[in-house]
């Protein structure tokens, strides 16, 4: 008698960050699921090391890693290049630029983006830092404002080139903030004839009364002790109220003060994916202030067990007294968590709940300085420094990535040089007035 060969379970993965890699990779050797993983990106970013490459540190390459190969071992594996446009929990498909996709369960893991509280329009002046295409930008600007300070004689325009504004003083702006002081006070400090880069500004705005307010009080002192160490001024308690153009609207206990910065750079507040409200008018989900997604217990909708929402789009709130964190660590175990459930929902096997497992958080200001919060212990300076860097190793993607940015930093680290400072794309830069030199004038003579 002839067994039915029963057709594979379809898993949809919408997103190819932290979350939808993960939960991809947990498929790999899964009986009789077929898995389909849908980007509109061909390559999965490395997104905690993004500011090194707007700050020359690294290459874009050494971060990124292209999705269909770190998959390609997975026969059960697909990798779709293409954007997901709607979401029919009905007929379980989804929607594509071109086409559709039926599914059997849905994973969505289409992260957040920077969010400017209504002010979108600050974008174009102030960049937030999500994408390889912001990194580069934002490098662009940075090394853009030493070149234009180089050529302008007018102190005034001079100041505001080597004016740094960084809003939002979490691990990203906090990053960004050492970085380029670094970049200013060290490893540029010899490069230029006509400036003194070393005079650079670097102001970090931050709207709670410390840097890091997820931290420990303890951890965000040592924190700006260092970062003021290294030359950056701590703005607390300030919110920026307008961005024009190089002048930034500050206001701080009822007084405003105006800066003139030609760079500035937003991190502070995010807003989730757009899918965030697709569930919501398809499925009826849930949705918090910044537009992400309440989940059960499980990760699944509450409306639709088949759907599951992870990552940064991910409001889960079943742990502890605030949301997880819109952060690496938990979007990889969610990712992997969930693969795992569904998995086990095939085999008739019981699931338990979700639960993070918080492994601690660190967070770099500069060479040899960092902070680590592992929970049992809490430290700063050059021990957690080599914890960081171990920990971020460890995590990237690729070994050839690997061996990349380990030979990257230790080559740095030896000559504080940053070989990624280029300047790419369109040349933005506004015209200054420049000294031209006194040459003296030649009488011609004629030669007999």
Known sequence: MTQTKTAPHRVVIIGGGFGGLYAAKAFAKAPNIDVTLIDKRNFHLFQPLLYQVATGSLSPGEISSPLRMVLRNQKNTHVLLDEVRDIDPATKTVTLTEGSIAYDSLIVATGASHFYFGNDHWQEDAPGLKTIEDAIDIRRRIFEAFEAAEKSDDPVQREAWLTFAIVGAGPTGVEMAGAIAELAHKTLKHDFSNIDTTQAKILLIEGMDRVLPPYAPDLSAKAQESLEKLGVTIQPKSFVTNIDGDNLTIRCNDEEIHVNAKTTIWAAGIRASKLGRVL??????????????????????????????????????????????????????????????????????????????????????GQNEAVADLGFVRFSGFLAWIIWIVAHIYYLIEFDNKLLVMVQWGWSYLTRGRGARLITGEASLVPVKVKTPVTEKVEEKSVA
């Not at 990552?311 to 795992?340: C, I, K, N, W």
């Open 280 to 365: 919501a008018d398809r499925a009826g989900a849930e949705l918090d202030r910044a537009g992400r997604v309440i989940v059960s217990p499980r990760l699944s909708l509450p409306t639709n067990d088949d759907i599951y929402v992870v990552g940064d789009l991910a409001h889960f709130a079943h742990q502890g007294s605030r949301p997880l964190p819109g952060v690496a660590p938990v979007a990889m175990q969610e990712g992997q968590y969930v693969a795992t459930a569904i998995q086990k929902q095939l085999q008739g096997q019981e699931i338990a709940d979700f639960t993070y497992v918080d492994f601690g958080s660190l967070a770099v200001i």
